[in-house]
C-alpha cells in the first residue's frame, strides 16, 4: 500500500507536464501554419491588388493600394495582349486531355487491380517506368513523332501529349483504390446480370470517386502550369496555351512592359486553379463522407 500510494502522486504530476508538452505541440504547429499560410496569402493578396494599378503605382510603390480601380486592365490583359485567345486554347487542351486520361486511366487501373492474366505485371511496373523517365529527355523523340503524324504545332498533337505523360500517374493512383474495392459488390452485380462495362462505370467507378477527385486535382494542375512541352511542341503564337502567352507578354514589351495588364493576366491564369481545386476539395470531403456513412 505504501508503494502504491508514493507512485499515485508521481503519475498525477505526470500530467500536467504531458499537457504542457501538449500545448507546446500545438502552439508550434499553429505558429508553424499561420507562417505557411502567410506565405502563399500574402504574395497571391499582393498579386490580385496590383492587377487593379496603373504601371506607375506599381513601380512608384509596389505595396501600396491602389488609388484608383483600374478594370481596364483586365480588358487589356484579355484583348490586347490575347490572354483570352491563350485561356480558351488551354481550356480546350487541359480539358480534352483531363477527360481522356481520367476515363482511359481509371479503365487501365481497374483491369491491372482486379483481373489476372499474363503481362499483367509487366504492364503494371512499365506504367511505373514511365514515371522516372524525365520530361525533357523525350522532347526530341516527341518532337519527331508528332511531326511524323502531322500533329506538331496543334493543339490535338499537345492533347495527346499531355494524355501520354500523365497517364502513368493515373494509373499508379488509382490501383490501390480498385484493389481496395471489395469482391463481393463486383460479384452481385455480375449475379444481378450486369456486364463488365455496366458493372465498371455504374458499380466499381462511383466507389473510387475519392481516388477519382484527388487524381483530378492533381492532373489538372501539373497540365494547366505544364511549360516545357507546350514550348518545345507548339510554337505556333496562334495555338499558345497560358504559360506560353504569359512568358511571350512579358518579354515581348521589353522595359515597356504594361504591368497592370501583366498582373491581371496572373489574375487570370491562377483564378481557375483555385476555383477547380475547392471544387474537387468539396467532392472529395463529401465522398469520403458518404462512403463512411455507408
Known amino acids: 500500500m505504501t508503494t502504491t500510494t508514493a507512485e499515485r502522486p508521481s503519475l498525477v504530476a505526470r500530467v500536467p507536464q504531458r499537457a504542457k508538452e501538449g500545448r507546446g505541440v500545438a502552439a508550434t504547429a499553429h505558429f508553424a501554419l499561420i507562417l505557411w499560410s502567410l506565405l502563399v496569402i500574402l504574395p497571391l493578396l499582393w498579386t490580385l491588388l496590383s492587377s487593379f494599378k496603373s504601371t506607375q503605382e506599381v513601380l512608384g510603390n509596389p505595396l501600396s493600394l491602389p488609388g484608383k480601380l483600374h478594370f481596364e486592365n483586365y480588358a487589356n490583359a484579355w484583348t490586347t495582349a490575347g490572354i483570352g485567345r491563350y485561356f480558351v486554347n488551354t481550356v480546350v487542351v487541359v480539358g480534352t486531355a483531363l477527360v481522356l486520361v481520367m476515363v482511359l486511366g481509371a479503365m487501365c487501373a481497374y483491369v491491372l487491380a482486379r483481373f489476372t492474366f499474363p503481362g499483367n505485371r509487366l504492364i503494371y511496373y512499365s506504367m511505373l517506368a514511365g514515371l522516372t523517365f524525365p520530361v525533357f529527355l523525350a522532347i526530341v523523340p516527341l518532337f519527331f513523332v508528332l511531326k511524323n503524324l502531322s500533329l506538331l504545332n496543334t493543339l490535338p498533337g499537345l492533347i495527346i501529349t499531355y494524355v501520354a505523360f500523365a497517364l502513368p500517374f493515373t494509373v499508379f493512383f488509382l490501383h490501390s483504390f480498385f484493389k481496395a474495392l471489395p ?6 452485380a455480375q449475379i444481378d446480370g450486369a456486364g463488365e462495362w455496366r458493372t465498371f462505370f455504374s458499380v466499381m467507378l462511383p466507389m473510387a470517386r475519392p481516388g477519382m477527385a484527388s487524381v483530378a486535382i492533381f492532373n489538372f ?8 512541352l507546350p514550348v518545345a511542341l507548339n510554337t505556333d503564337s496562334n495555338n499558345y496555351v497560358l504559360s506560353q502567352g504569359m512568358a511571350s507578354f512579358a518579354s515581348q514589351a521589353g522595359y515597356a512592359v504594361d504591368f497592370g495588364a501583366l498582373f491581371a493576366a496572373v489574375v487570370i491564369t491562377v483564378a481557375p486553379v483555385l476555383v477547380v481545386y475547392i471544387i474537387f476539395q468539396r467532392q472529395l470531403q463529401v465522398s469520403v463522407t458518404q462512403g463512411g456513412v455507408k
Open 183 to 188: 469482391g463481393e459488390i463486383y460479384e452481385a
Open 221 to 228: 494542375l501539373g497540365l494547366w502550369n505544364q511549360f516545357l
